[in-house]
């Protein structure tokens, strides 16, 4: 069985050997890394499935290979394989490898791309897999070692990569390279939740949760360990303390710097983080969620060529304010004029996406506005069909707001050197699908 993590890939059996096709089905390179595929397998993939008009499968069968390809822009990505290896990271494997791709060519991999590039496809080929074993997917440690042309280097500066490089892709933490230094050792968190809603036009919640991710960005010095408390059920009975205030998290993923053995044991995130800025969690949180915005829509038609809308909003939260407030009423495609007031903000109608559309740039909390609009609509005989009521939908930022109820409680970092370290904590609320029935 094969595990993966974010840049770490781990397969049950080997990889054969690796293509990069074009869609006429030319072979723009080929890396072999065993010799049991043989190149009539290949031509075989290469005429009967990219030839075909129409292949919904992602594998393929041929002379007893197993061939696992992607598109990425104008390039087919291929793996092939005689052995039973875990599907779902050879897949891993190839979207990583665009990754990779897209580091070193500026995010613009295509065939123009790879013909311009031969001598550095292939060195990078040859690094991120070892017979038929994916070794480091990551760029940024990639980069210390496979230079793109024309890039010069200090001698002295290669002479340390060279020595560095060997840790990093053999050892334990190949996310993080030693030596780094700073005058001033900052870490920056960011919890970014999307909120998503279904509310029925009587008002009762029909489907509600929130996605999040935990953002870090880090300016520390040397190797620090970083250790990170949240307000999760798991964690804090763990720990022995009362469950008020707890949240039950669902569907959690972490970094691949994240050690998972100490989270299975005690439910702690210890970390050694990389430099820079990377998502540290991801996770989903479905119960008590504490909504930003009610929406209360009030539509009459009056008859076949009229509508009365009433909206009111109201923030449910208290002492922060939204930013960017923008709320969608949709409105009959045969819509021939709108008449809007709001008590805030700035309605207009946009023929173009059939709404109304309202803005607002502040919206304070524990505050209730009302938007009221007469529209009129054309008699046509093809609009003889009823209007479908698609639902208002929202989109707004809440800084400071953890929809989920989630609070960080401590991050704690350690390093040999006991340096002061200046933490800074955010949170914001963003839509997701917010959707309201009317």
């Known amino acids: 069985a094969g595990a993966c993590r974010q840049g770490e890939l781990v397969l049950a059996g080997m990889i054969s050997a690796v293509y990069l096709i074009n869609l006429k089905g030319e072979i723009l390179i080929y890396r072999s890394y065993r010799d049991d595929v043989s190149r009539a397998a290949a031509d075989a993939f290469r005429m009967q499935v990219l030839a075909a008009k129409e292949f919904r499968s992602p594998v393929q069968v041929f002379e007893k290979a197993s061939f696992f390809h992607i598109r990425s822009a104008n390039v087919y990505l291929v793996a092939a394989t005689r052995e039973n290896v875990n599907a779902a990271m050879a897949f891993q494997f190839l979207f990583a490898l665009v990754d990779v791709f897209n580091g070193y060519f500026g995010g613009a991999f295509e065939e123009e791309t790879v013909r311009d590039n031969f001598p550095l496809v292939y060195e990078l080929l040859d690094e991120v897999m070892d017979f038929g074993y994916p070794q ?8 210390m070692f496979i230079m793109q042309e024309g890039q010069n280097m200090d001698p002295a500066r290669k002479l340390v990569i060279a020595k560095q490089a060997p840790a ?24 970014v939740e999307h909120v998503n809603l279904l509310m029925s036009s009587k008002g009762t919640v029909l ?8 953002l870090m960005k880090t300016y520390l010095t040397g190797m620090p360990e970083c250790k990170f408390g949240l307000n999760d059920k798991l964690m804090m009975a763990e720990e022995g303390k009362r469950n008020s205030g707890a949240i039950a998290m669902e569907d959690v993923s972490f970094h691949q710097c994240v050690k998972l053995g100490k989270f299975d044991s005690d439910k ?74 709001t008590a805030a903000g700035k309605a207009k109608y946009e023929p173009e996406t059939s709404e109304l559309v309202w803005r607002m740039r502040k919206f304070p909390g524990d505050t209730e506005y009302a938007l009221s609009a007469e529209v009129e609509m054309s008699a046509r005989i093809e609009d003889k069909r009823a209007w479908s009521r698609p639902p208002i939908s929202m989109e707004y930022q809440v800084p400071m707001l953890a929809a989920s109820g989630l609070h960080v409680r401590f991050l704690k970092i350690y390093e040999k050197s006991n340096y002061n370290t200046i933490k800074w904590v955010r949170y914001i609320s963003k839509n997701g699908q917010y959707l309201n029935r009317i």
Request: charged share 25%.
């Open 168 to 191: 990093q892709v053999t050892g334990a933490v190949s996310w993080r390279r030693e030596g780094i230094k700073y005058k001033k050792n900052e870490v920056f968190l960011d919890v």
């Open 136 to 143: 480091s997917c990551s760029t940024d440690m990639l980069k």
């Open 268 to 341: 702690a995130v210890t970390f050694i983080p990389p430099d820079g800025e990377f998502v540290l969690m991801k996770y989903r949180v479905s119960e008590n969620i504490n909504l930003p915005f009610s929406v209360l829509p009030v539509v009459k038609e009056m008859g076949r060529t009229r509508l009365e809308i009433n909206v009111k909003v109201k923030a449910q939260y208290s002492s922060v304010t939204g930013l960017n407030v923008i709320v969608r009423i949709p409105l009959p495609p045969n819509t021939a004029k709108v008449t809007a007031t």
């Open 207 to 214: 489907r509600s949760d929130v996605t999040g991710e935990v």
